[in-house]
């Protein structure tokens, strides 16, 4: 059973960064897709970035610009650099491996991490 686990969630000010990593057990990272989710209070789930076992990585338009989504498959670890924050990037965020394998689709969830910005 895969597991992921989050970490550098946390109160940031405005306009501040954060990195949430995402360490990924199992020995199926490298043919899996990662993406990074967040869920605010009252609102749905929604994609925040995702990168594929290429590297193509794919953006929310709220985020582009300033989240950069990158993977280090020797560590099995993925990461979502966050910078100049707003208030509205409140949430918690969710790491997510999906792809296929023996023709079957997995989809893996992370417990989440908080993430508030605030003054």
């Known amino acids: 059973q895969v597991q992921l686990v989050e970490s550098g969630g946390g109160l940031v000010q405005p306009g501040g960064s954060l990195r949430l990593s995402c360490a990924a057990s199992g020995s199926i990272f490298i043919i899996s897709t990662m993406g990074w989710y967040r869920q605010a209070p009252g609102k749905q789930r929604e994609l925040v970035a995702s990168?594929?076992?290429?590297?193509?990585?794919d953006y929310a338009d709220s985020v582009k610009g300033r989240f950069t989504i990158s993977r280090d498959n020797s560590k099995n670890t993925v990461y979502l650099q966050m910078n100049s924050l707003k208030p509205e990037d409140t949430a918690v965020y969710y790491c997510n491996q999906r792809g296929r394998l023996l023709g079957k689709q997995f989809d893996y969830w992370g417990q989440g991490t908080q993430v508030t910005v605030s003054s």
């Open positions: 990168i594929t076992t290429g590297g193509r990585t």
